[in-house]
């Protein structure tokens, strides 16, 4: 969750279910009346369909003509990962010569404020949202009240319940199921089928962290030989409001409870650097790592590889890009035109420090928070850290 605090804030009963149900309900096309005209339903935007990363198509096919105003409404926008996620929603709105407004909010984790941002976006006449919906199912009455306004609004990541293709548009993510599945798998062949394991995640109760434990404790059951720690604090992820600050105070307790952890899946690499950094200063072995790409977070493997051979680490993309086809749906919902790109995309493992075809990349001319799968290149990554 690519993204700092990555990317929420409320608790939600079954939450590793809700994300998927969410992104995945439907399977097909919306219904079309074929009458609405632009601000009307959905119709002709696919939700639910599965495909990859280059299955997204130009922003061209779905600009059209009228004015339109578009927004990007975060639940919490203070880390890089969605520094990066606006820079590319701004960009790729800006490509449509007839938007005539890009407006941005932040929640900052505060579902109340979310809810706010969300009906003043509304009350100034935005046609297309785009969010990051940390809120979970508490945003849903929110967001069907902004729908039944003639509002076009598509989540991303982190779904608000409902039913895609009716409460809203469609709710756009990667697999996340399989996601953290993949991620847990490599881990445990990596530590060995046995061990300690941990999961660290974003706030609290976000349906996004949940998911991704799910797909975890799935691989995990698959071998017997694995501790998940969660089980002994919950049974959910552990918070680490997706900061590397936080992360690294969080990680320094548990290396205190727990002593011996053998592996860690992570759902934000950037976050990830302040738990390395524990474990650094603990002097405790660094152990298996995973998590979504973030350029120090690789930059701290060639650091530490030849004193920590047990360190190593495997990343998915951060798929901050998954904003340019939300906006697309968006778009084309408010414009009644045909749009098939799909809603979850489906990841694979593009770091691996035992791979030699997969090794991490380390860009020292971009900072630490650059992420090099955002979709952003590195000449425009460096203009944006230098904000």
């Known amino acids: 969750m690519s993204r700092t605090s990555k990317h929420t804030a409320v608790a939600v009963a079954a939450a590793s279910g809700l994300l998927l149900a969410a992104c995945s309900s439907g399977g097909g096309t919306g219904s079309s009346s074929g009458q609405a005209e632009p601000g009307g339903s959905a119709g002709t935007v696919s939700v639910g369909k599965q495909g990859v990363q280059a299955d997204i198509q130009d922003v061209s096919k779905f ?22 996620t606006r820079a590319l929603f701004e960009a790729e709105a800006k490509k449509c010569p007839n938007i005539t407004k890009i407006l941005y909010t932040d929640a900052q984790a505060d579902p109340q404020k979310a809810i706010a941002d969300i009906n003043g976006l509304v009350a100034q006449g935005v046609n297309v949202i785009v969010s990051f919906a940390d809120a979970g199912e508490a945003l849903l009455p929110t ?20 039913k895609p293709g009716e409460d809203y548009v469609d709710c756009v993510s990667e697999n996340v199921d399989t996601y953290g599945y993949g991620l847990a798998k490599w881990t445990i062949e990596k530590m060995g089928g046995k061990g300690n394991l941990v999961m ?46 936080k992360t690294k105070q969080v990680m320094a307790g548990l290396i205190t409870k727990f002593g011996q952890i053998d592996g860690v899946v992570a759902d934000y690499g950037g976050g990830s ?14 152990p298996v790592w995973s998590a979504n790409d973030s350029n120090q977070f690789a930059c701290l493997y060639y650091e530490n590889k030849d004193k920590q051979p047990s360190f190593q680490l495997a990343t998915m993309s951060s798929r ?18 045909a749009n098939d790109e799909p809603s979850i995309y489906n990841l694979d493992i593009i770091e691996d420090s035992t791979d030699q075809a997969k090794q991490p990349k380390c860009e020292k001319s971009l900072p630490n928070d650059a992420i090099l799968s955002s979709g952003l290149s590195v000449a425009q990554l460096q203009e944006l850290f230098k904000q």
């Open 320 to 337: 901050n890009w998954v904003v340019i086809p939300a906006l697309h749906k968006g778009l084309a919902a408010y414009n009644k035109l």
């Open 143 to 162: 967001v069907q009240a902004a729908t039944a306004a003639g509002v076009k609004f598509v989540s991303i990541v982190a779904c608000p319940g409902g």
């Open 200 to 245: 660290t995640g974003g706030q609290a109760g976000n349906p996004y962290s949940a998911a991704v434990y799910k797909g975890l404790k799935r691989a995990a059951a698959e071998n017997p030989g694995v501790k998940i720690l969660n089980e002994q604090m919950g049974d959910v992820p552990v918070d680490t409001g997706w900061e590397p600050g």
């Open 63 to 84: 600009c059209g003509s009228k004015p339109i105003k578009v927004a990007l409404a975060d639940g919490f926008g203070g880390n890089s990962w969605r520094k990066t």
């Open 273 to 286: 650097v302040g738990g390395i950094e524990a474990f650094l200063e603990s002097g405790r072995p660094l």
